[in-house]
């Protein structure tokens, strides 16, 4: 069984910078491939980056590709998502997931999840 719990979540204005942290339990953190996802008010859960097992391929989705930076550290059992020039359609809550199997984009496809950190944006 995987945990997995976000941080790093809070208000910012447009154009700022977060470093949002998702926080996994087991000794077995490498061979899980990771996701990140967000969900706005009456909008669909969305998926924005996941990063493989070693942390040596990522993929982006084009709204956050080089403004979002996924990494994963194996050692501290802990992936990022560093976020720079936000705008305001950022808000969100934002999740991480997991799965052991690749770079998935669904939700369906992911098997663990953490609780969600909010992140909003003012103009």
């Known amino acids: 069984q995987v945990q997995l719990v976000e941080s790093g979540g809070g208000l910012v204005q447009a154009g700022g910078s977060l470093r949002l942290s998702c926080a996994a339990s087991g000794r077995t953190f490498s061979n899980y491939a990771m996701g990140w996802f967000r969900q706005a008010p009456g909008k669909e859960r969305e998926f924005i980056a996941a990063?493989?097992?070693?942390?040596?391929?990522?993929y982006y989705v084009p709204s956050v590709k080089g403004r979002f930076t996924i990494s994963k550290d194996n050692v501290k059992n802990t992936v990022y998502l560093q976020m720079n020039s936000l705008k305001p359609e950022d808000t969100a809550v934002y999740y991480c997931?997991?799965?052991?199997?690749?770079?998935?984009?669904?939700?369906?496809?992911?098997?663990?999840w953490g609780q969600g950190t909010q992140v909003t944006v003012s103009p």
């Open positions: 997931a997991a799965n052991d199997r690749g770079l998935y984009s669904y939700p369906a496809q992911y098997t663990y």
């Open positions: 990063i493989s097992r070693s942390g040596g391929s990522t």
